[in-house]
């Protein structure tokens, strides 16, 4: 690992993470915190009080110009022209065969501003794509993924240790939205954006700032109970919110209606987009497979790849794309891509873990809802 | 690191412990550590056989799922029916009571071929 951690990028909070007792992992070619006291206290600690993530290996991409919306709107699937300035939303660009390059999520600050959000693994590709489908608006693109570093403190009580610390007003600020102000004495942009399922935010800032504003933070929070958490946790609380991962639940080979993101599509909006002709004909079509949510109902943990089967029956039909142990639910949860015949809840399924088969039900997503943790032996879902 | 020097070592990072005949089976505290949170142990049953070098068992953790590998070979007489409802036990205790396996070695001599506390050290950069 240390060979390989030498060629990985580093954040501007390296030094934090390694006081802080943290494991650094490969991840999107960042070298990145997957834990600091364990995965499972980490998660608990954001369902009950709150987190502090370096998130700093995301990429940030701004489209300026009179025609940034527009240009926007022919390069994702989403219509960002829509969008009120200060709001964001949950967005992706797809290739012209309609496979997933990425999602991302788009804020507007400005009537010609944008700022577009991708992941880590997929920044460089994303500015790769963008640039050629911004060519013809007036629109300019500046990928400031490298000087730009991002931290997210989330859990219910994140707004009340954030709050002393900012001139931002984060009551008012909305679910989706984003303000620009100071945090700890430095200029920030503060969204209230997320990958958790709990409330929470989202701050840009200066990489040489990031330091002294996550110090700070960790502080303030301290009393609350506030703890670093890392990227295990981060994949925890993000599955059992039944939100997507790209490269688990979304890529190249599936489309967002598969994935049940058919309400991103906006096949309503003026003008073409990259990926529209394929997307229409495989809305017709219908889909082929469809994202659902498992429980497992014997012994065992479903985990990315495991095949899928109909009970009783020799070959899989589906595969699991993200599973892991629920530490809030106390069971095994997964996601995975089935037939559609097979998507409805209640059908009974069973995932291959090793050499047995685990029977599984398909259940609603999410698996977890907001506010619903302080009642971890509550009833399984579904 | 603990790694305590009665006991022998695989490069797969189980420990064994012999008394007479007998010894028990776990994974030591590097690979508990490595691993993260323990929240599921598959086990073989009591009375079934133990080959040296191949898998007998599963471990999860909150992120990954590993293999076990037997140290030895022979025939299991108890298995850590604990382990079931608290797998953590192997994290908060791995020489201890997150214990996995009591075996009868088919050739109590077969432990001369695991590494001694030393050498275990060397393979986990703790000498």
């Known amino acids: 690992m240390t060979d390989e951690a030498q060629q990985l990028r580093q954040t501007p909070l390296r030094e934090q993470h390694l006081a802080l007792g943290a494991r650094l992992v490969g991840f999107g070619g960042w070298e990145m915190p997957l834990q600091y006291a364990g995965i499972i206290d980490e998660h ?24 940034a919306g527009e240009g926007l709107a022919a390069a994702l699937v989403t219509d960002p022209p829509r969008l009120a300035i200060g709001r964001a939303h949950y967005s992706m660009i797809a290739a012209p065969d309609g496979g997933i390059i990425d999602d991302l999520i788009v804020y507007r600050l400005a009537e010609d501003r944008f700022l577009v959000v991708p992941n880590a693994s997929n920044a460089d590709r994303v500015a790769a794509e963008l640039r050629p489908r911004l060519s013809g608006f007036d629109a300019t693109m500046d990928d400031a993924s490298a000087q ?31 303000a620009q102000g100071e945090a700890a004495g430095v200029p920030v942009l503060v969204a209230r954006t997320g990958y958790t399922g709990e409330d929470g935010f989202e701050l840009f800032l200066a990489p040489e700032a990031a330091p002294g504003v996550w110090d700070r933070l960790l502080a303030a929070g301290a009393a609350q109970d506030l703890v670093p958490a890392g990227l295990g946790a981060r994949d925890t609380l993000r599955l059992e919110a039944g939100m997507p991962l790209y490269g688990n639940e979304l890529g190249p080979d599936t489309t967002p209606m598969e994935a049940g993101l058919d309400r991103l599509v906006k096949f309503d909006k003026a003008g073409d987009f990259v990926g529209r002709t394929a997307l229409e004909s495989a809305r017709e079509a219908g889909p082929r497979k469809r994202l659902v949510g498992l429980g497992l109902r014997g012994r065992g943990i479903a985990r ?23 530490p809030t639910l106390g069971e095994a949860i997964a996601m995975a891509y089935v037939p559609v015949s097979a998507a409805p809840p209640g059908t009974m399924l069973e995932v291959g873990v090793r050499s047995t088969r685990v029977p599984a039900d398909v ?20 | 690191m603990n790694v305590p020097e009665e006991l022998r070592y695989t490069a797969d990072h189980e420990w064994l412990r012999m008394e007479s005949d007998e010894g028990t089976v776990g994974i030591t505290a590097y690979a508990a550590d490595e691993l993260g949170d323990i929240v599921f142990v598959e086990l073989p049953a009591a009375g079934s056989r133990l080959e040296a070098g ?7 953790s909150v ?65």
């Not at chain 1, 570093?149 to 001139?167: E, V």
């Not at chain 1, 259940?363 to 579904?382: D, E, M, N, Q």
């Not at chain 2, 293999?67 to 025939?75: K, M, N, Q, R, Y």
């Open chain 1, 148 to 178: 730009t570093a991002l931290i997210a403190i989330q859990g219910p009580l994140a707004r009340g240790i954030l709050a002393p610390l900012t001139d931002v007003d984060l009551e008012a600020l909305k679910y989706y939205a984003i």
């Open chain 2, 54 to 60: 191949t898998t007998f068992g599963a471990i999860e």
């Open chain 2, 63 to 127: 992120k990954t799922a590993s293999d076990l590998f037997a140290p030895v070979s022979g025939e299991i007489l108890a298995v850590n029916e604990q382990l079931t409802g608290s797998p953590e036990l192997i994290n908060t205790d791995p020489y201890g009571e997150g214990w996995m396996l009591r075996v009868k070695l088919d050739d109590p001599s077969a432990l001369e071929a695991l590494e001694d506390a030393a050498a275990y050290r060397v393979r986990i950069g703790a000498a």
């Open chain 1, 304 to 326: 990315h790849g495991y095949p899928v089967y109909l009970p009783g029956q020799e070959a899989p039909v589906g595969e699991v794309t993200s599973g892991t142990l629920s």
């Open chain 1, 363 to 382: 259940v609603p997503l999410p698996f977890y809802k907001r506010g619903t943790a302080a009642h971890p032996s509550r009833p399984a879902p579904g």
């Open chain 1, 44 to 67: 608990h600690a954001v369902r009950r009080a709150a987190g502090l993530f370096d998130l700093s290996h995301m990429g940030e991409i701004w489209v300026t110009g009179s025609g």
